[in-house]
């Protein structure tokens, strides 16, 4: 079956630092696959998604790359902001009715 | 476009009551999920409807759940008789038509307690 795994939180960084937020998957198909970003007190939202192999989302100064030969969506940005501190999901979507399959999701905190 | 709307936000109730959410959707949006998500774990899917048929149940939906979307536009989760493993946060979410990389559009969650 499907299934995604992203690297275990929480990542703690200094403001400015560079952040990746690990994410593998396994599915039957050519699934797209999908960053959600989830605010303390919010709902889940969507960051960036990808829909085929070697397209890169990108929103906000975060990028990930839809890697089929490594099955990979590694989620990066150049310079965190405080504001980024938040609980990241990795997601995938494939096969009938296009449900998402979600990783248990990485939190972030970015400290001054 | 006001966003997908949740009600209630929070319920607590008591182990072997009924309780019932409701979500609205996106107007116009046809295909409308559900999701469960507990303490430090990703939602993982219930079910889905597109516009008013409801064409795939998760197998973590057990027969004390159902659902429904009577008129293609807001939909119902019930669970009778609940028990604590029941306790949750359960999401709504919809999209407008369920194709492939279309995004899904969540809505605050319904927090369920039971004791």
């Known amino acids: 079956g499907n299934s995604v795994t992203q690297m275990e939180g929480p990542v703690t960084l200094s403001e400015e630092a560079f952040l990746t937020i690990n994410c593998t998957y396994t599915a039957t198909g050519y699934p797209s696959l999908f960053w959600y970003v989830q605010y303390p007190g919010e709902g889940l939202q969507l960051l960036l998604k990808?829909?085929?192999?070697?397209d890169k989302g990108s929103n906000k100064g975060f990028e990930a790359t839809y890697r089929k030969e490594t099955t990979s969506f590694h989620l990066e940005k150049g310079s965190v902001q405080v504001s980024d501190s938040a609980v990241y999901f990795c997601a995938l979507e494939s096969g009938g009715g296009n449900k998402l399959t979600f990783g248990t999701g990485t939190q972030l905190k970015v400290e001054l | 476009d006001t966003g997908v709307s949740q009600d209630p936000r929070h319920k607590i109730t008591k182990r072997g009551q009924n309780v019932t959410f409701r979500c609205d959707p996106i107007?116009?949006?046809?295909?409308l999920y559900w999701y469960r998500q507990t303490l430090g774990q990703g939602p993982e899917f219930l079910t889905y409807f597109q516009n008013e048929a409801q064409l795939e149940k998760s197998r973590l939906l057990s027969d004390r759940f159902s659902a429904e979307r009577p008129k293609g536009s807001f939909s119902t989760l019930e669970i009778q008789r609940t028990e604590q493993g029941d306790s949750a946060m359960y999401l709504c979410a919809s999209s407008p038509n369920g194709l492939a990389g279309e995004t899904q559009y969540f809505g605050p969650g319904t927090r369920l307690l039971v004791l």
């Open positions: 990808a829909t085929k192999a070697d």
């Open positions: 107007s116009e949006h046809n295909r």
